[in-house]
């Protein structure tokens, strides 16, 4: 019972203090079934409401050959213009940060991979 009040009065005082929990904008869940190079994912919008990196998480990837690495690169969607490379970084089947973006329209584009001519990943994580 003790233990129980402590914890509780706990989160109370984190509370008061202003303490919560991190969130994120929003955040996407899928997967990656045999992309070649240069596949891009569905576009998500950034109200940047907050101040939350974007990130992209692989987790299970697997090519037909060996997989070590995956570049991808965010993009900003801009209409009747070039889309803008926010950056492009090298995904070891972990989660890459690509800093605090604008408000507007956003997608991923996998422009190389290691071993093979497919990649599939079981868990793709997009968090903005």
């Not at 019972?1 to 008061?16: D, H, I, P």
């Not at 970084?89 to 329209?105: D, E, M, Q």
């Amino acid at each position: 019972m003790r233990k129980a009040v402590a914890v509780a009065m706990g989160g109370v005082t984190l509370l008061a203090l202003g303490v919560t929990e991190a969130s994120a904008e929003g955040s996407r869940t899928s997967y990656i079934a045999g992309w070649s190079r240069g596949g891009e994912s569905n576009r998500w919008y950034d109200n940047n409401s907050d101040s939350n990196t974007t990130t992209v998480g692989f987790s299970n990837c697997y090519t037909d050959s060996s997989f070590n690495s995956a570049t991808v690169a965010v993009f900003q969607d801009v209409s009747w213009s070039p889309d803008k490379n926010i950056a492009t970084k090298v995904n070891y089947c972990n989660t890459t940060y690509y800093g605090r973006v604008s408000a507007g329209s956003y997608y991923f584009k996998l422009t190389d991979f290691s071993g093979g001519s497919n990649l599939s990943v079981d868990d793709v994580n997009i968090g903005w």
